[in-house]
């Protein structure tokens, strides 16, 4: 039987644009793989009542990473249910018990009301933060690998579990309506790391998924495409990097002009904008590369 994960389609309070970011309903257990912002949060738990369940049922949080529109609700959620274990990598569980740089980090870049943007930022109290370092099968039943898959971000993990899902978050790229014609690596600054991501895709081909579910949108079943496609899309960019901001932007636009469907263009792609985002992250590596000698 084909496994089909349960994405839960998260959209935002005041901006809602579906099918941008995901997060998804393990089967067999009650675990959710990322969980949005806080302004996801009355999305998230509509979607999760489509599915019979409610926040207090959940008894695990798989985190990919912690950016906010993967992670922001953690907080508010296990002040919800305060039964909830919250599984991250080591180098982001600090600031799931601690928010204060994230909300730092936050403000400078969207303002002092960047609630309205993402929604409250709220700890997760200490004892029910597990920190991950190495790929390791976690201790509870019908649980999944987590496997770190830096690149995107430094302390990115991706979950695999029994029927063959792989639960990537950004580790294997965003793209649109299951396929993978057209995969962008996300490379934001501060952390994106494009030598590291490359490790990532030849652990993810070995570990051989049988299907990617992945959180810039939805589930895609042909595994060595997709990955393949995410290479060359990442070493081209890197061929790009000195071309200046202008004309990567431009770059990228033709490219999803010629290889990504149509109506993912205003809404997919032009929702997101990473691209400007993306430069800044290729440049910002390769200016630490360069310092480091
Ligand atoms: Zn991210």
């Not at 305060?82 to 599984?87: F, K, N, S």
């Not at 950004?170 to 590291?196: F, I, K, L, M, R």
């Amino acid at each position: 039987m084909r496994a089909v994960p349960t994405v839960l389609d998260l959209v935002h309070d005041r901006d809602p644009l579906p099918g941008t970011v995901g997060a998804f309903l393990l089967p067999d257990i009650a675990a959710l793989v990322d969980c949005g912002a806080g302004a996801n949060l009355a999305s998230l738990e509509s979607e999760l009542s489509g599915h019979g369940v409610v926040v207090e049922e959940l008894e695990h949080l798989l985190l990919t990473h912690i950016h906010l529109d993967h992670a922001g609700a953690a907080g508010a959620l296990a002040a919800r249910n305060p039964r909830l274990q919250v599984w991250v990598h080591r180098v982001g569980a600090r600031h799931l018990i601690d928010p204060s740089r994230l909300i730092a980090g936050t403000a400078a870049v969207y303002g002092a009301d960047f609630e309205r943007v993402w929604g409250p930022i709220l700890p997760v109290p200490a004892d029910r933060v597990h920190a991950i370092s190495d790929e390791v099968r976690l201790p509870f039943a019908g649980a999944p690998l987590a496997v770190p898959t830096p690149g995107h971000a430094r302390h990115h993990l991706a979950y695999l579990t029994a029927d063959g899902t792989c639960y990537a978050g950004d580790a294997a790229g965003a793209a649109y309506g299951g396929s993978s014609t057209y995969v962008e690596p996300a490379c934001p600054p501060p952390d994106a790391d494009p030598p590291a991501w490359q490790g990532t895709i030849d652990r993810l081909e070995t570990l051989a998924p049988a299907r990617l579910a992945i959180a810039h949108y939805g589930v895609f079943e042909d595994v060595p495409t997709h990955l393949e496609a995410l290479r060359e899309r990442l070493a081209l960019w890197l061929e790009r990097i000195d071309r200046g901001e202008e004309s990567f932007v431009e770059a990228v636009w033709a490219d999803r002009r010629e290889l990504a469907d149509p109506a993912s263009l205003d809404g997919f792609w032009g929702y997101a904008a990473v691209e400007r985002w993306c430069h800044q992250g290729l440049v910002h590596w390769r200016d630490r590369v360069a310092a480091a000698g």
